[in-house]
């Protein structure tokens, strides 16, 4: 089991640390190419949702990543500084209401890339599997 591990400060241009990080990380454990952009995607949000929702942009605040690699797949932790959020009250992106709404479809997009999502801490910890 390989663990590693990213911290970001809480500003959108942290967002950028992201690729490099993924790119190493399906580097280093063979990962297949199929599923580099479902991870960087989902990371993508999910670290997105936690510097703007969770930490509300606060530079003081920081955003942890912590990855576990194993035989199954790849197991990925987002965790911010915030109070949480209630997942399961979030709308339908895909409802007719909302269909033509900008933002509020990260949450979506990592149920749909992800093999199995889980969230914790209130909804400050988000838990995402890759299954190999």
């Given at each position: 089991?390989i663990?590693?591990?990213?911290r ?16 190493n ?8 190419n ?6 960087l ?18 530079t ?28 399961e009250?979030l ?7 909302h269909?033509e ?26 838990k995402?599997f890759?299954?190999?």
């Amino acid at each position: 089991m390989i663990k590693l591990m990213l911290r970001l400060k809480s500003c959108p241009s942290s967002i950028s640390e992201l690729e490099p990080f993924v790119a190493n990380l399906t580097e280093q454990h063979n990962v297949s190419n199929d599923l580099f952009p479902n991870i960087l995607i989902s990371l993508t949000e999910a670290v997105n949702n936690a510097i703007l929702h969770g930490n509300c942009s606060d530079t003081s605040k920081q955003v942890n990543i912590k990855t576990i690699v194993n035989g199954k797949g790849l197991f990925v932790e987002v965790l911010d500084e915030g109070c949480g959020f209630c997942h399961e009250s979030l709308p339908d992106p895909t409802h007719v209401d909302h269909i033509e709404t900008c933002g509020g479809r990260g949450v979506f997009l990592i149920k749909q890339l992800a093999d199995k999502v889980e969230f914790s801490d209130n909804g400050a910890c988000v838990k995402m599997f890759f299954k190999f």
